[in-house]
C-alpha cells in the first residue's frame, strides 16, 4: 500500500484533533501524536485506505508523522495555531492551540466517524496510558527506531482483548453451536 500524502488534508486532521482534545487535560503533544496515528490506522482497518496518508515512524514513546512537527510549526507561524506549554502531573507538555477552525469538508462522512470513534475510545487515557496502547500495535513492534510504519500493519491481527462483553458473548456462541457440555 503506497498511500498518497495530502498536506491539506493532514493539516485540517491536526487542527481538527486538536481543538477536540483542548478540554483534555492531558492533550499535549503526546496525545495529539498518537490520536493522529490510531485515527489514521483504525481507518486502514475500517477501509483499507488512511485519512491523510501522513507518513508515520517509530519514535521511543510512540509512533509520530514525520510532518507532524514542520506542518505544526506552519500553522503557528501563519497564525492559525498556537504552542502553549504547560505543566501537568509535574510533566512540561506542549499544548497545539487551533486559532482558526478546522475545515471538515476535506474530509469523507467515514473518516470524520472514524475520528470521532478514536476520540472516544482514548477518552479519559492520559498520554502515558495513549503512548502504551501504541506499544501495543504491530507496527510500532515490527519497526526500529525511527523507521516508518507501514499502513499494511494495521492489517496485521491485534491481542484480543477479553472483557465481561466479550466472555459473555463467547459462552453465548459456544452454547447455540452445541460446544458446552450440559
Do not use: C
Not at 488534508?9 to 481538527?16: A, G
Amino acid at each position: 500500500m503506497k498511500p498518497t500524502y495530502d498536506e491539506r488534508k493532514f493539516t485540517e486532521l491536526l487542527l481538527h484533533v486538536a481543538s477536540r482534545l483542548q478540554s483534555d487535560r492531558s492533550g499535549g503533544a503526546t496525545k495529539l501524536n498518537k490520536v493522529m496515528f490510531f485515527a489514521e490506522f483504525a481507518h486502514v482497518r475500517r477501509t483499507g485506505r488512511p485519512i491523510s496518508g501522513a507518513v508515520y515512524q517509530k519514535l521511543e514513546h510512540g509512533p509520530a508523522a514525520r510532518r507532524q512537527r514542520p506542518v505544526r510549526d506552519n500553522l503557528v507561524a501563519a497564525g492559525e495555531a498556537s504552542l502553549e506549554a504547560e505543566e501537568f502531573l509535574g510533566y512540561q507538555q506542549h499544548r497545539l492551540v487551533p486559532l482558526r477552525n478546522a475545515d471538515l469538508s476535506v474530509f469523507t462522512t467515514e473518516e470524520l466517524a472514524t475520528i470521532d470513534k478514536v476520540l472516544a475510545d482514548l477518552d479519559g487515557l492520559n498520554a502515558r496510558q495513549v503512548s502504551d496502547l501504541s506499544h501495543d500495535e504491530a507496527g510500532w513492534q515490527l519497526v526500529d527506531f525511527g523507521d516508518d510504519i507501514p499502513y499494511e500493519a494495521a492489517l496485521v491481527g491485534a491481542r484480543q482483548v477479553s472483557t465481561p462483553t466479550s466472555r459473555r458473548l463467547q459462552h453465548e456462541a459456544a452454547a447455540q453451536a452445541g460446544l458446552l457440555s450440559a
